[in-house]
């Protein structure tokens, strides 16, 4: 197994855990709002928690709904409420799969410049033939992980 592949695999391990996350949407007023009147916490006591204003605390929580927040803040804000921000990537499908599309796009576009090709001299694939060359490139861009994988057609 190549080194890509292997470290590909570890972190997919470790994101498998998070993958009940995709479906938690942020609450409507932002996350800090939200835990800090769960709390029963006004704006003003975060406020004397984190040692600054209280108009500071509101444009953190316009900031956050903007996503213009910074992490280093949102990490002092959960701990002023006693959370543990938590900030990562949550794949939407594995990252395998992930690769093998971009392989697929990136093989299909270079089979169709050869096939075109191949036609004009007479030398066509036939659609079986086509599938088969098809899977092997793609298997081939996934094994290798080509520098120009990711890069525009």
Do not use: H, Y
Request: aromatic content about 2%.
């Amino acid at each position: 197994m190549n080194k890509n592949k292997l470290i590909r695999e570890q972190l997919e391990a470790s994101l498998q855990r998070l993958a009940p996350l995709r479906g938690v949407n942020p609450p409507p007023k932002g996350w800090v709002r939200a835990i800090r009147d769960a709390l029963g916490m006004t704006a003003r006591q975060l406020a004397g928690r984190l040692g600054i204003s209280q108009q500071s605390v509101a444009r953190i929580e316009k900031d956050e709904l903007s996503g213009s927040v910074t992490i280093k803040t949102m990490r002092r804000v959960a701990d002023s409420l006693d959370c543990v921000f938590v900030c990562g990537f949550v794949p939407r499908s594995s990252l395998e799969a992930t690769v093998r599309r971009q392989a697929e796009q990136l093989a299909s576009r270079r089979l169709a410049q050869a096939s075109q090709t191949m036609a004009l001299e007479d030398q066509g694939l036939k659609a079986e033939e086509n599938k088969k060359v098809l899977s092997g490139m793609v298997d081939e861009l996934v094994d290798e992980l080509p520098s120009n994988l990711w890069s525009e057609p």
